[in-house]
C-alpha cells in the first residue's frame, strides 16, 4: 500500500510556498512546515514594521538587543558572507553615507545581536532559503519518506529516494535549462530582474562594482542548505565568477548561469 502523500501551498515569503510530504505523518508535517515557515517570515521580512529584522534596523549603533535563534542564524551567516566575499554578498540598504562604513551593520556578543552602523539590512536575498531549510528541519521530526518545499524555486528536497528537478533558463521561463538530480540536497535560483524578467525589466541585484546588472542575468547553485545556496547564487551574480572560492568553501555548485 502506497504511503499517504499531502501536498500544500501558501503565500509566504512573497511568493507562493509548496510543501509536498510523503509518510504516515504526511498531511501533520505539511502543516506544520508551513507554520514554521510563516514564523520564519513574520520575523525577517523586511515589509512589515513589527517583525524582529525591522527592530534590528531600528536600533542605533550601539543597541544590544536580544534576538530568536533564528534570526542570529541568518544574520550571522549573512554577516559572514560579506565579509568573506569582500562584499559581492551585500544585503545593507540605507543612504550613501551609511553605505560608505563598510563594516556589516550589525556584530554578535555571543547570541546578542550589536548594533554597529546606522545602515539597516534586507535579508531576502538569504532569508527565503533559511525558511526553506526550516521547514524540511521540521518535516524531519515527523513520519516522512521524503519530502520536498519548494519556495518560488529555492527547494531542498529530503528522503531515500532522489528526485528529478528542472531547473529555467532565467532568460527564457518557459525553457528548461537542464535537470538536477536531488538527494537530500538544496538548489536557489536568481534572477536580477525577477523570475519571468524581460529584457525591459528593472534590475535588482548590482555587480561587485556597484553596477546595476542585466535583468536577465542569473544563476542557480546547488548546496547543502538551501540558505546557502540561496545566498551563493548572489555571489556568483555580483562577481561573475562560476568558480568562485566561497562555492567549494561551503560545498555548493553552480548548475545554470546567464551573464545576461
Known amino acids: 500500500m502506497d504511503a499517504p502523500v ?12 509548496e510543501v509536498r510530504a510523503e509518510g504516515s505523518d504526511a498531511g501533520v508535517a505539511v502543516a506544520a512546515a508551513l507554520d514554521e515557515i510563516a514564523a520564519v517570515h513574520a520575523l525577517l521580512t523586511f515589509h512589515a514594521e513589527d517583525s524582529e529584522l525591522q527592530a534590528i534596523n531600528r536600533a542605533a ?6 534576538a530568536d535563534s533564528r534570526t542570529l542564524a541568518v544574520l550571522r551567516l549573512a554577516a559572514e558572507l560579506h565579509d568573506l566575499s569582500e562584499r559581492a554578498f551585500d544585503c545593507r540598504i540605507g543612504p550613501v553615507d551609511f553605505l560608505a562604513d563598510t563594516r556589516f551593520p550589525v556584530s554578535f556578543d555571543g547570541d546578542i545581536v550589536v548594533k554597529e552602523t546606522c545602515a539597516h539590512v534586507d535579508l531576502g536575498g538569504i532569508a527565503k532559503g533559511f525558511a526553506v531549510d526550516c521547514a524540511i528541519d521540521v518535516l524531519r521530526g515527523f ?17 531515500t529516494r532522489p528526485m528529478s528537478v528542472q531547473v529555467r533558463d532565467p532568460r527564457n ?70 568558480a568562485h572560492p566561497l562555492l567549494t568553501r561551503y560545498g555548493g555548485a553552480v548548475v545554470v548561469y546567464s551573464p545576461a
Request: proline share 5%.
Open 173 to 242: 521561463a518557459a525553457r528548461v535549462a537542464v535537470s538536477v538530480l536531488l538527494d537530500n540536497a538544496a538548489l536557489a535560483s536568481s534572477t536580477a530582474g525577477g523570475f519571468g524578467a524581460a529584457v525591459e525589466s528593472a534590475s535588482r541585484i548590482r555587480d561587485a562594482s556597484g553596477r546595476m546588472l542585466p535583468p536577465l542575468a542569473g544563476a542557480t547553485v546547488q548546496a547543502p542548505s538551501c540558505m546557502l545556496a540561496d545566498a551563493l547564487t548572489k555571489v556568483v551574480l555580483a562577481t561573475g565568477d562560476e
Open 6 to 17: 499531502c501536498r500544500r501551498a501558501r503565500p509566504l515569503l512573497g511568493t507562493l510556498v
Open 143 to 159: 513520519a516522512v519518506e521524503s519530502a520536498l518545499v519548494n519556495a518560488g524555486g529555492d527547494l531542498r528536497h529530503h528522503g
Open 61 to 66: 549603533p550601539g543597541e544590544r538587543l536580544i
